[in-house]
Structures are given as C-alpha cells and as structure tokens.
C-alpha cells in the first residue's frame, strides 16, 4: 500500500513545478475543486463524498488522496466514505455493462457492414 501523506507531498511537489512551467494549467485544475461550492445544497462533506466516488471510478490515485482528506476534514466518517464508495462500485460496474453493449454494438456493426 501506499504512504499516503507522502504520496500526496510528492503530488503537491509536481504540481508546483508544473505552476512553475504553465501557471495556466495548474489554476485551471484548481477551479474544478470548487465549482458549485458556493452553493450549499449538498454541503461540503457531500460534494467531498462524491468526489471520491468519482475518484473511484476515474482510477486516479492523487484524485483519491486529496478528496479523502478533504472528506475527513469536512466531517466525512469511514461508514460515510465507504458508503460512498459503495454507491462508486454500484456505478463502475453498471459502466461496464452499458459499455460492453455498445462494443457488442460496434462489433454488429462492424460485421454488418463487412458482409454487405
């Protein structure tokens, strides 16, 4: 397993060279965190929750470290996240269903037109 806090100094240590680079790209990547945060229809805790599921379902490691510590900083609890993560593994592997139909799609497709 990873060392977490670690991981995350490292991340934070590219970041800073890639700012040093394109100013741009790091500031955009910045925004995304706190769009719709200045609505409080979901909450803090909530919209952090999300993000781990979607971090989930993404597969990207420095998503999960971040928003995991925001999460337990907005309050989140372990039930909390591992509820949320649940609601991530429902949603991936309905993903993969709905994806293998459209390859199934394709494949008929594919083969339709070979034989016309």
């Known amino acids: 397993m990873l060392d977490w806090d670690e991981y995350q100094k490292q991340l934070n240590g590219r970041s800073a060279e890639i700012a040093k680079l394109s100013t ?11 769009a719709n945060a200045k609505t409080t229809h979901v909450g803090g805790k909530v919209r952090q929750l999300i993000c781990l599921a979607a971090a ?54 594919k083969t339709s037109a070979a034989t016309a």
């Open 24 to 34: 741009e790209t790091l500031r955009v990547t910045r925004c995304f965190p706190s």
């Open 56 to 109: 989930v379902t993404l597969r990207c490691e420095g998503c999960i470290v971040f928003h995991t510590d925001a999460a337990l900083k907005a309050g989140a609890n372990k039930e909390e996240i591992n509820e949320a993560l649940g609601v991530a593994v429902a949603m991936n592997a309905g993903a993969s269903m709905v994806y293998s139909a459209r390859v199934m799609d394709a494949v008929e497709a």
